[in-house]
Nanobody, 117 residues
Framework: QVQLVESGGGLVQPGGSLRLSCAAS????????MDWYRQAPGKQRELVAT?????????ADSVKGRFTISRGNAKNTNTVYLQMNSLKPEDTAVYYC?????????WGQGTQVTVSA
């Protein structure tokens, strides 16, 4: 079992920045990759960014160049971050962390990001 807790969401003006955190606990040794998804009202949940156990990354075209996914340092490798810069109103959504583990997929509870003037 893997437990995920997201934090860092909030209200920000267009052009601003936020950093989301996802802290994993439990069987973290079994995690292959971690993802950030988002779901806007009335829309399907979509993949935003991925980081593999080897450090490889993937970004959706809509966030490429603006968002960066990373892991914590050597003392905090069980935390994954999503640095979001140059935020746009269309980035408004609930952001979810997902762990792809040997035992299955696990989701966090989500954190709201609102980009508005």
């Amino acid at each position: 079992q893997v437990q995920l807790v997201e934090s860092g969401g909030g209200l920000v003006q267009p052009g601003g920045s936020l950093r989301l955190s996802c802290a994993a606990s439990g069987s973290i040794f079994s995690i292959n990759e971690m993802d950030w998804y988002r779901q806007a009202p009335g829309k399907q949940r979509e993949l935003v960014a991925t980081i593999t156990s080897g450090g490889g990354t993937f970004y959706a075209d809509s966030v490429k160049g603006r968002f960066t996914i990373s892991r914590g340092n050597a003392k905090n490798t069980n935390t994954v971050y999503l640095q979001m810069n140059s935020l746009k109103p269309e980035d408004t959504a609930v952001y979810y962390c997902k762990a792809n583990a040997i035992s299955g997929d696990y989701w966090g509870q989500g954190t709201q990001v609102t980009v508005s003037a």
